[in-house]
């Protein structure tokens, strides 16, 4: 759950034949959701539940075309799946958009209908909030279902989930140190964070409290200027990025900036970010991260603190609890760097192995008897 401000990238590819896209890509059901009155128009995405209920955030965009819209939910629903998986939870992945502009398309009526659809599958999808939403939005929801999470503290949920979902790419990135230099200790550390939302800005503060260098970029001037002169990091232009030397690169904004252009820019050691889908193309880009000797942490394992807390809500919330669990994501960066370089896979190859290994044995557990 990413609150950014950068602009979003042109996704790899988009597949407009719908049917083909959810076949390929294993989908359980595909939701449209469709009110004239309110002007809602969204899709929810069921990947896989497996494990449990799907669980996903609920991102609001004004996508250039539905089929650009439909390509982006069936990604980050199979993306929900494997977070969900890899970070021990029982749970499934989901995900949903609603196409629009957050900042002028927003209200009561068209939340309220759209956690009527949610409801409609009679919990086989939670939602939450993500890009665009907001913990207001998850109330007015929550008006009209019980699944639901992401509520603010007063409702019994756990507020704000940025906090933690930037402790588990902090934690990523200790490990991802580790690896790549034996010491975990980020002090010093040229590290570039693209994209100062909620997360990004957290994640800037765990930096500076280890004194690491931190350089931001963010569309977004006034927050990007804030961020700055609040946790002392220096402002660089969006499109310096990839030309910068520094040993960590964090992109915090949406997907697929690591693409084969800006991969054969990149002058950095090691790729840890919150942003989910980082590589556009899993299958060309984390093998070229490889090639050039660039350490990527899986974007769906580091950045699982989000899905970790709004998890603890449905079990009752304790905000420890959810910290405590998310600092694991450390333990299991190092395992995954390892077995990647043990079998010569790249490092998200690995991670999805992980996952779907997981999602298989319980599969067969729950088919037993």
């Given at each position: 759950?990413?609150?950014?401000?950068?602009?979003?990238?042109?996704?790899?590819?988009?597949?407009?034949?719908?049917?083909?896209?959810?076949?390929?890509?294993?989908?359980?059901?595909?939701?449209?959701?469709?009110?004239?009155?309110?002007?809602?128009?969204?899709?929810?995405?069921?990947?896989?539940?497996?494990?449990?209920?799907?669980?996903?955030?609920?991102?609001?965009?004004?996508?250039?075309?539905?089929?650009?819209?439909?390509?982006?939910?069936?990604?980050?629903?199979?993306?929900?799946?494997?977070?969900?998986?890899?970070?021990?939870?029982?749970?499934?992945?989901?995900?949903?958009?609603?196409?629009?502009?957050?900042?002028?398309?927003?209200?009561?009526?068209?939340?309220?209908?759209?956690?009527?659809?949610?409801?409609?599958?009679?919990?086989?999808?939670?939602?939450?909030?993500?890009?665009?939403?907001?913990?207001?939005?998850?109330?007015?929801?929550?008006?009209?279902?019980?699944?639901?999470?992401?509520?603010?503290?007063?409702?019994?949920?756990?507020?704000?989930?940025?906090?933690?979902?930037?402790?588990?790419?902090?934690?990523?990135?200790?490990?991802?140190?580790?690896?790549?230099?034996?010491?975990?200790?980020?002090?010093?550390?040229?590290?570039?964070?693209?994209?100062?939302?909620?997360?990004?800005?957290?994640?800037?503060?765990?930096?500076?409290?280890?004194?690491?260098?931190?350089?931001?970029?963010?569309?977004?001037?006034?927050?990007?200027?804030?961020?700055?002169?609040?946790?002392?990091?220096?402002?660089?232009?969006?499109?310096?990025?990839?030309?910068?030397?520094?040993?960590?690169?964090?992109?915090?904004?949406?997907?697929?900036t690591l693409n084969t252009e800006n991969i054969k820019r990149l002058r950095c050691q090691i790729v840890s970010g919150a942003a989910n889908n980082q590589l556009a193309d899993?299958?060309?880009?984390?093998?070229?991260?490889?090639?050039?000797?660039?350490?990527?942490?899986?974007?769906?394992?580091?950045?699982?603190?989000?899905?970790?807390?709004?998890?603890?809500?449905?079990?009752?919330?304790?905000?420890?609890?959810?910290?405590?669990?998310?600092?694991?994501?450390?333990?299991?960066?190092?395992?995954?760097?390892?077995?990647?370089?043990?079998?010569?896979?790249?490092?998200?190859?690995?991670?999805?192995?992980?996952?779907?290994?997981?999602?298989?044995?319980?599969?067969?557990?729950?088919?037993?008897?």
């Open positions: 759950m990413i609150d950014v401000k950068e602009k979003k990238p042109e996704p790899a590819q988009v597949n407009t034949n719908v049917f083909d896209s959810i076949s390929a890509s294993r989908h359980e059901q595909v939701v449209f959701c469709n009110d004239p009155e309110t002007g809602l128009k969204a899709i929810i995405a069921i990947h896989n539940t497996v494990l449990g209920p799907a669980l996903g955030g609920t991102r609001m965009w004004m996508y250039k075309t539905e089929g650009e819209a439909v390509n982006d939910v069936l990604r980050l629903s199979r993306g929900m799946t494997y977070k969900a998986a890899i970070s021990g939870l029982n749970l499934g992945g989901g995900k949903a958009v609603i196409i629009g502009d957050s900042r002028k398309d927003k209200s009561e009526a068209l939340f309220r209908k759209f956690g009527r659809f949610v409801n409609n599958l009679n919990g086989k999808y939670i939602t939450a909030e993500d890009v665009g939403t907001s913990t207001k939005d998850m109330e007015y929801i929550a008006m009209e279902t019980k699944h639901v999470t992401g509520l603010p503290e007063s409702m019994g949920g756990g507020g704000d989930p940025s906090p933690v979902t930037a402790y588990g790419v902090y934690m990523g990135m200790k490990a991802s140190a580790q690896f790549a230099w034996g010491n975990d200790s980020l002090s010093g550390k040229k590290v570039v964070v693209q994209g100062v939302g909620h997360v990004g800005e957290n994640l800037v503060k765990n930096l500076r409290k280890e004194n690491a260098k931190v350089y931001i970029t963010d569309l977004n001037e006034e927050q990007l200027q804030r961020v700055s002169t609040e946790y002392g990091a220096e402002v660089i232009r969006p499109d310096a990025v990839f030309d910068m030397d520094m040993d960590i690169y964090a992109p915090c904004a949406l997907g697929a899993e299958t060309i880009h984390g093998p070229m991260l490889v090639d050039k000797g660039i350490i990527y942490a899986p974007d769906f394992l580091i950045n699982a603190g989000g899905l970790i807390n709004v998890y603890s809500e449905l079990i009752g919330y304790n905000r420890q609890r959810a910290l405590i669990q998310t600092e694991h994501i450390y333990a299991v960066t190092l395992e995954i760097l390892k077995k990647a370089r043990e079998a010569g896979l790249h490092t998200q190859a690995a991670a999805t192995q992980m996952a779907e290994k997981r999602i298989s044995d319980i599969s067969k557990v729950k088919s037993s008897m």
